[in-house]
T-cell receptor
Framework: GDSVTQMEGPVTLSEEAFLTINCTYT??????LFWYVQYPGEGLQLLLK?????DKGSNKGFEATYRKETTSFHLEKGSVQVSDSAVYFC???????????FGAGTRLAVHP | SAVISQKPSRDICQRGTSLTIQCQVD?????MFWYRQQPGQSLTLIAT?????????ESGFVIDKFPISRPNLTFSTLTVSNMSPEDSSIYLC????????????FGPGTRLTVL
């Protein structure tokens, strides 16, 4: 079945460092891909999405490119801030009913 | 995007009791879903809430344990029945928009602790 694999955390960075969180997927067909973020004590917020190969999603300085050839959707940010500390979930939308399949989540901690 | 609210935001319940969680969306949506997030874990889909018909449950989840209602296009409830400590989790409602249907928006979640 469809699945999503994320790099294990926690990821600890200093402020202004470059961030990469790896995400790869296995899917039949052509899923849409998403990054969601969960701040401490809150629900999930959509960070960005891409719906077809070579699409780049971007929001709040974060970017991810839908790579069909490598089945990847890595999240990047050029300069992280303390306020980016959260758990990041990669997900794919599977099947005709848009069922979401999530990766395990990667906790990011950014220190001043 | 849809704005989703849930009630209660948290609760502490005794073993053997039931809790009903409400999910309200600010606009008509096509699909509504219920997820469980166990402590320190990712999200797992419980079921798709279908308007006017029985919910569609994922493997490992059954209607007797997690009855779901969706009486209209903007409201759904999830009941966690005959609770045990293993049911302690965050329960999240999500919905897809009426126009952009490939993206799910999430409520803030209900944090449930079962003693």
């Amino acid at each position: 079945g469809d699945s999503v694999t994320q790099m294990e955390g926690p990821v600890t960075l200093s402020e202004e460092a470059f961030l990469t969180i790896n995400c790869t997927y296995t899917a039949t067909g052509y899923p849409s891909l998403f990054w969601y973020v969960q701040y401490p004590g809150e629900g999930l917020q959509l960070l960005l999405k891409a719906t077809k190969a070579d699409d780049k999603g971007s929001n709040k300085g974060f970017e991810a490119t839908y790579r069909k050839e490598t089945t990847s959707f890595h999240l990047e940010k050029g300069s992280v801030q303390v306020s980016d500390s959260a758990v990041y979930f990669c997900a794919l939308s599977s099947g005709g009913y848009n069922k979401l399949i999530f990766g395990a989540g990667t906790r990011l901690a950014v220190h001043p | 995007s849809a704005v989703i609210s849930q009630k209660p935001s948290r609760d502490i319940c005794q073993r053997g009791t039931s809790l009903t969680i409400q999910c309200q969306v600010d606009s008509q949506v096509t699909m509504m879903f219920w997820y469980r997030q166990q402590p320190g874990q990712s999200l797992t889909l419980i079921a798709t809430a279908n308007q006017g018909s029985e919910a569609t449950y994922e493997s490992g989840f059954v209607i007797d344990k997690f009855p779901i209602s969706r009486p209209n296009l903007t409201f759904s409830t999830l009941t966690v029945s005959n609770m045990s400590p293993e049911d302690s989790s965050i329960y999240l409602c999500s919905a897809t928009g009426a126009v952009v249907t490939d993206t799910q928006y999430f409520g803030p979640g209900t944090r449930l602790t079962v003693l």
